[in-house]
């Protein structure tokens, strides 16, 4: 299409290795769209940092600096042209609104649903963010689960 513009990509990030996982996939995914990634992560009233709980309004620069030190895998692969952004408040309210805002084109979150009762799977965030997204979302599964659709032994 002539005059198209394709939106970002927004990926989710909280430090877990699967939020690793959907950091990769969405960068090879944004070079291959031509897109801009936003990388988001979301901060509330207090953060994990070192073990230890902390307030998040005293320590930003800190935060910054363990979202940039997960971004590094990022760089590893070969995407040195992103952005990344902190935003108040819960992961879902966080990459929704980060979507909305800069005109997504997809949403890029992992899955670290646990448990066997199949809608458990999914995990709770990237639920709501497939539920209330206005764009595409692809969910990245973690290593070694099964991706089997039902159980067979009922």
């Known amino acids: 299409m002539v005059g198209s513009r394709v939106g970002p990509v927004v990926v989710g990030i909280d430090g877990s290795a699967n939020s690793g996982r959907a950091l990769i996939f969405a960068g ?17 009233l207090t953060e994990m940092i070192d ?6 309004h005293d320590h930003q620069q800190q935060i910054a600096e363990h979202v940039d030190v997960w971004c ?25 609104r980060t979507a909305h ?22 995990g709770s ?10 764009c595409p979302v692809l969910v990245i599964p973690p290593i070694g689960r099964s991706t089997t659709v039902g159980d067979a032994s009922g």
């Open 51 to 56: 073990g230890e709980h902390v307030p998040t």
């Open 72 to 96: 590094e895998a990022l760089r590893e692969d070969g995407h040195d042209e992103f952005e990344i952004r902190l935003v108040h408040g819960a992961p879902v309210d966080a990459v929704l």
């Open 101 to 122: 805002d800069d005109d997504a084109s997809v949403i890029v979150v992992g899955r670290r649903g646990a448990g066997n009762r199949p809608e458990l799977r999914l």
């Open 125 to 134: 965030t990237a639920h709501q963010v497939v539920e209330h997204s206005h």
């Open 28 to 44: 090879r995914y944004a070079a291959r769209a031509g897109a801009h990634l936003v990388v988001v992560h979301a901060i509330g």
